[in-house]
């Protein structure tokens, strides 16, 4: 695989533009005393490339940590490096349009006092959120005042509900992996994600939007900005949009465009995204003001400048994502399942050699896996992989055929020993048999480990490098802390009632509930509505009741903040209970607790 020239500056160059002022030094710490953001931890990024980090991924963190008050053109500004994700300022008549607040409430409040301290005590005057994910609503508690308009895509709510509370737990651990936080930032250690440097520790809040956003073209003046928007659902977020600001020629492509080649399946886990969608609301956008726009920005990296280089940049993620798609689908076409589509899948050259499709974050080999799965799923045809052992199994006898761990450890040692690429991959599978297959000893985790640092030391893409080191850090003993909290009051108090009964049910343990029935009312004294539960057969049914409902065995009446009161804290007060009390109890008692702390990489 060839890369792009070193010698090309221009994405410095682009990223330090505009500086207004450097991100203050101070840490950013929670109410609890614990560091949110610390802004010196990616100070050693400076100098010639360390043997421990990719060259590649050197240069792209060494631009991500970049950070600051920065001028996109008169009249907008970004802040960088405050968080994974930039948060941006449109001014207006009165005061200033935020777009995106970051992940959470503590470093959008840093954010935006920055911008604050070097262009004035502006109030903020609307918000927009330009996609469903946390890391770009999380702050909005911190910057919106009661009655300032908040614009975001149809479905914003839904979407990060679906992403961040029903699998919660789940992508919130794998998510300490992917973004590997709490490892020793360093040439050794964690030195970015690829779409930024890492996301912060802090409290997410969610506040539902004012103005849904439902159709391409769609304008609206806030305080005096005018705003044009493109809605591109199905993209790198379910539910996400661009907005063109007219009198600025400016285009902000949300996180549609970034650079590096983003994820179609996330490794945090997600649902997989559309590559061909993606492609053509790139070329849409293209179409509708590629020839107008003199500057682009988004909610990661830096700006560009210029129609012809706008023009190019948008084209060459445009085709990188329509040519993973169509290539993909030509060699499954030709019977290569997914893993061995990844091992052949080459890109042409232009695509290789512009450094924005370089796979920081996302990578060629697991969204082609991507592709694969959304039109063929996981089963790749073979039977011989239709019901395959689990790890634990599946080592047992894995050590048996090596004659032994002693052997199969041997094995892996003479393996690590040569430095090539492949036999330290071979070297992680088989150490991988090992310690899920009973020879769980620290020889094991010690090989393992030495195998996965190795890989992550030599790899490009930030991820796979913070997964490895972070899945070499638990084999050490170092679990991992625990994610910050995606299921805040903040949160929750977003959700619709239909959703706030989801989050209970996806919690329901259905084998231990299975014989029990029983249907509770709940009339909503602040809803026009009256919901039923029924947990039927293990599952919990909810929906508006029908005028021919038989009776329950209880009627609740409260409001939707004393229903997330009672579900997530179990108190009663201000409740109103007619009929069978234990049949709340009862419920109750069968919804699951969640872990945020499990690991991943050993048993």
């Given amino acids: 695989m060839t890369m792009p020239s070193f010698e090309d500056t221009s994405d410095f160059d682009d990223a330090e533009r505009g500086k207004i002022a450097d991100i203050p030094s101070e840490r950013i710490l929670g109410a609890d005393g614990h560091v949110v953001w610390d802004p010196q931890r990616y100070d050693f990024l400076t100098g010639d490339c360390p043997p421990t980090v990719h060259p590649s991924l050197w240069r792209q963190s060494r631009l991500a940590a970049i950070g600051g008050l920065f001028e996109v053109v008169e009249g907008i500004y970004q802040v960088r490096q405050y968080d994974l994700s930039n948060m941006s300022f449109i001014e207006g008549d009165e005061g200033v349009i935020v777009v995106d607040t970051l992940t959470a409430t503590e470093t959008a409040a840093a954010a935006l006092a920055l911008y604050r301290s070097h262009r004035g005590d502006r109030p903020v005057t609307g918000v927009v959120i330009t996609h469903s994910h946390a890391d770009h609503y999380g702050g909005m508690a911190a910057v919106i005042d009661e009655g300032v308009p908040v614009l975001a895509p149809e479905g914003l709510v839904e979407h990060a509900v679906s992403e961040n509370v029903y699998a919660g737990s789940a992508m919130s651990r794998r998510a300490v992996y992917m973004y590997a936080s709490d490892l020793v930032p360093g040439a050794e250690g964690q030195v970015g994600s690829g779409l930024g440097t890492t996301n912060s520790n802090g409290t997410l809040s969610l506040v539902t939007p004012t103005v849904d956003v439902t159709e391409t073209g769609f304008e609206q003046t806030v305080d005096g900005v005018r705003m044009v928007f493109q809605v591109t659902p199905g993209t790198e ?31 945090r886990g997600a649902q997989v995204r559309d590559p061909r969608n993606w492609s053509r609301y790139l070329h849409e956008a293209l179409d509708l003001w590629g020839d107008q726009a003199d500057v682009v920005f988004a909610s990661h990296h830096w700006p560009t400048w210029g129609t012809e280089r706008i023009r190019s940049f948008l084209s060459t993620q445009r085709d990188l994502y329509q040519y993973l798609h169509d290539q993909t689908l030509r060699l499954a076409n030709q019977g290569l399942t997914g893993m061995e589509i990844a091992e052949v899948f080459e890109l042409s050259p232009g695509l290789e050699q512009a450094w924005n499709a370089r796979g920081y974050y996302g990578s060629v080999s697991h969204n082609v896996k991507a592709v694969y799965q959304r039109y063929l799923g996981w089963f790749d045809g073979n039977p011989a992989h239709l019901w395959e052992l689990p790890p634990e199994k599946e080592g047992a006898r894995i050590i048996a055929l090596a004659g032994g761990a002693d052997k199969a450890l041997d094995a892996v040692e003479s393996l690590l020993a040569t430095g090539d690429t492949d036999d330290l991959r071979w070297a992680t599978t088989l150490a991988s048999h090992v310690v899920f297959g009973g020879g769980d000893d620290a020889r094991a985790r010690d090989l393992l480990a030495a195998a996965m640092t190795r890989l992550g030391h030599g790899a490009e893409n930030a991820t796979w490098r913070n997964f490895y080191l972070r899945g070499a850090e638990e084999l050490l003993g170092g679990i991992a802390a625990p994610p910050p909290d995606l299921s805040t009051p903040q949160v929750l ?93 009862r419920l109750l008692t069968y919804v699951d607790s969640t872990s945020n702390t499990f690991p991943i990489v050993t048993p």
């Fill in 237 to 267: 977020a379910p539910s996400e949009m661009n907005v063109w600001f007219p009198d600025h020629k400016a285009l902000c492509m949300a996180e549609n465009a970034t650079h590096t080649l983003h994820n179609l399946l996330t490794l």
């Fill in 493 to 585: 108090s977003g959700l619709t009632i239909p959703q706030l009964f989801d989050s209970i049910g996806v919690r329901i343990d259905g084998p231990r509930a299975g014989s029990e029935h029983l249907a509770i009312d709940w009339v909503f004294t602040d809803e026009v509505h009256t919901y039923r539960t029924e947990l039927s057969n293990g599952a919990l049914i909810h929906a508006a009741k029908g005028p021919r409902a038989t009776a329950p065995d209880l009627t609740v009446t409260l409001t939707k903040p004393l229903l997330i009161q009672l579900l997530f804290v179990h108190e009663k007060e201000g409740i109103a209970f007619d009929g069978d009390q234990g049949a709340l109890g």
